[in-house]
């Protein structure tokens, strides 16, 4: 099985990235394959990073190799974790641009029932961040997902993965990690 991962922040090694491996170890322990993609990367490689709706439905003229790797992954991906930093109660620029270029995804249906989970972290404790993982799923539920917390046979959870900056001294952040890897496991393979 194959889990992907689209990290929202500008940084490849920082929080929302964190969460992310955190996830993935423990996915990886379970046999499943993982990747994770830069958001600010994905859309800087565009000839226009946001969209700007040019045609109906989407021509594509405007992606980037690296949107069209991304999409195909997510295509052909068993889940998908969106993790965002909290930015002003929400989620990055980068990867709200990303969830509005998938237009032509959604016209596929191409996510529709794809499991998908949000991560997201603030620089202080209440800071935005279950605001941040609405937003996220607002646009997952928008492309069909089926939309999951990290919840599981051995842990009820809340919205999503939240962490306080820093994530890797967050414990009860760390342990919804853990949890969010059991629940996509869980979820795939009932």
Do not use: W
Not at 67 to 76: A, G, N, P, R, V
Not at 121 to 133: N, R, W
Not at 142 to 150: H, K, L
């Amino acid at each position: 099985m194959r889990v992907i991962a689209v990290n929202g922040s500008h940084k490849n090694n920082g929080n929302c990235a964190f969460l992310i491996n955190t996830i993935f170890e423990d996915l990886k322990q379970k046999g499943f394959e993982t990747k994770m993609y830069n958001a600010l990367e994905v859309v800087s490689d565009c000839k226009h990073p946001f969209c700007v709706s040019c045609s109906s439905p989407c021509s594509k003229e405007c992606f980037g190799s690296k949107l069209t790797e991304l999409f195909d992954d997510m295509k052909s991906s068993d889940a998908i974790i969106f993790a965002s930093p909290v930015y002003f109660g929400s989620m990055s620029a980068q990867l709200k641009c990303i969830f509005d270029k998938t237009r032509s995804v959604r016209a596929e249906k191409a996510l529709l029932g794809k499991v998908g989970i949000a991560v997201s972290c603030g620089a202080s404790k209440y800071g935005g961040q279950e605001k941040t993982v609405n937003a996220i799923h607002d646009c997952m539920l928008v492309n069909g997902m089926t939309v999951i917390g990290p919840s599981s046979s051995e842990l009820m959870g809340h919205m999503g993965v939240c962490a306080s900056a820093p994530a890797s001294e967050d414990e009860f952040a760390i342990s919804r990690a853990h949890t969010a890897a059991l629940r996509i496991y869980e979820e795939l393979t009932k």
